[in-house]
């Protein structure tokens, strides 16, 4: 499969596809006897699993480190068992945010008309007010 047969296929552009092999966020991709880049299902696995680390919001950095680390072999099982231990934390601590985040809008949602747009308005009431006075 082409690059730009990979960059429909899995979303991206074909310039990222480059990118990513470049700074190794995926691994190299095999190439045909005259250089062009073959992605075959081997290499479409990678760019969903390095993109997943992505959109779990993990640095680019570390997904570098994990895939470089696996490609090193066994003797690094651990240290990228430690890389997911982090993930893992850092998602639960944005997840408890969202959930905190989520509550507030259910609050203002269920209060709407009768607490905060009362309160909005006051608010910009003072604030046009505290404006013209300066």
Not at 21 to 45: F, K
């Amino acid at each position: 499969m082409t690059i730009k047969e990979a960059s429909e296929v899995t979303g991206i552009s074909v310039d990222n596809l480059r990118y990513y092999e470049r700074i190794g966020l995926i691994p190299a991709v095999p190439r045909t006897a005259s250089g062009i880049r073959n992605y075959n299902d081997m290499t479409l696995h990678w760019i969903e699993f390095a993109m997943r680390f992505k959109k779990s919001g993990l640095p680019l950095e570390s997904i570098i480190e994990y895939m470089r680390l696996a490609f090193e072999g066994e003797h690094t099982k651990s240290a990228r068992r430690d890389i997911l231990v982090e993930v893992k934390e850092d998602l639960v601590i944005r997840m408890k945010e969202l959930q905190d985040f989520l509550e507030l809008i259910q609050f203002k949602l269920d209060n709407y008309y009768d607490v905060c747009l009362p309160k909005t308005d006051q608010l910009v009431k003072d604030w046009k007010e505290n404006k013209q006075e300066e």
